[in-house]
DNA sequence: GGCGTTAAAGCAACATCTTTGCTTTAGGCT
DNA sequence: AGCCTAAAGCAAAGATGTTGCTTTAACGCC
């Protein structure tokens, strides 16, 4: 049944728009009835915020190319070009929105779980160790405050150059 | 009129609470008529957004302690503490919903402008240089960050680690 | 294999909110 | 003074959100 609420979401928002969603649309299209989705969820936006989160979610592990530096550049690029095209800036807000601290954490869990799988290759490389909370600072917060805050100020090679600039140091 | 809503929001907030809000009681507190609301700011969260970054709005320039990292640490601390508070992080919430891109830069701008008085001090000081938007990256986003997503992660002297490792380097 | 228990979904009536066309009011301009 | 425009009021129609009660379906237990 959750299922088939979800699946709805995913067939109508690009049919109608993001903001043309309503419950009761939902609800039809996923042979439900509103009351159920109510319940169950409480209000659209907490059910899109679901649907976010879990679109959000990476689905494979990060690619691993030889070296830390590499493997950061990449992952970074593409975390930086996901999240800052139109749906993906879409999902990022709507999982922020939801229940403070439950899905807006599970992103950043995501985000975390990548990196650690990247930093756990470089350490059995040998190579000098950079701790998971860094990168999140120093890599991905300015990434999500830039593409939420100001877009417009995000040029190529940004996300490498974070990158760059951390392992400097 | 656009005072009497603002007015009301502000005063019914903190009798029922963010979420028992509602367009028609915004109204009738402000003795206006609900249609004025919808037409002027389409919906609640428009509104709301609108009324936390009146808020956000820092009130005085920041004060001069005399040196770069003594500004810096003192307002990247006072920032980290108003927003991690309860309505801080609601206000900060708010203003990212409404408006993709209007309200949110409103807000990066508050901070950008604040920081740049502390530089522009700085610099009149002779002392070392540092790049707004540097700051913006390794100690503003940093912080909006882990408020949004991992609050538990913040710990005491967060914000100022932040300044010191930027001055640092 | 029935049979009670329980959690979830349907249904339907009701309350509330949202939208909209039309009317009214208030300010600025000639 | 008398338009002209922008904004607000009003009220009705439409859509959405809420809730108590009923029904269904799955599970464990005699």
Chains 1, 2 share one sequence.
Not at 115 to 128: D, H, K, N, Q, T
């Amino acid at each position: 049944m959750q299922e088939a609420v979800h699946a709805a979401v995913r067939e109508l928002e690009p049919e109608l728009g993001r903001e043309k969603l309503t419950v009761p649309l939902v609800a039809a299209r996923a042979g439900v009835t509103p009351s159920t989705i109510y319940r169950r969820w409480g209000d659209l936006q907490a059910l899109l915020s679901d649907i976010a989160v879990e679109r959000l979610r990476p689905d494979s592990p990060p690619e691993d190319r030889g070296s830390l530096i590499a493997d950061l550049r990449a992952w970074a690029g593409q975390f930086l070009e996901e999240m800052s095209s139109a749906p993906g800036r879409a999902y990022l807000r709507d999982a922020l929105i939801g229940d403070p601290g439950v899905n807006a954490l599970r992103c950043s869990d995501y985000a975390a779980d990548q990196i650690s799988v990247i930093l756990g290759r470089a350490a059995a490389r040998g190579e000098p160790a950079v701790d998971t909370e860094t990168v999140l600072d120093r890599v991905v917060a300015p990434i999500v405050y830039r593409v939420l805050c100001r877009p417009t100020a995000i040029g190529p090679g940004y996300a490498e150059g974070l990158v760059d600039d951390l392992l400097r140091s």
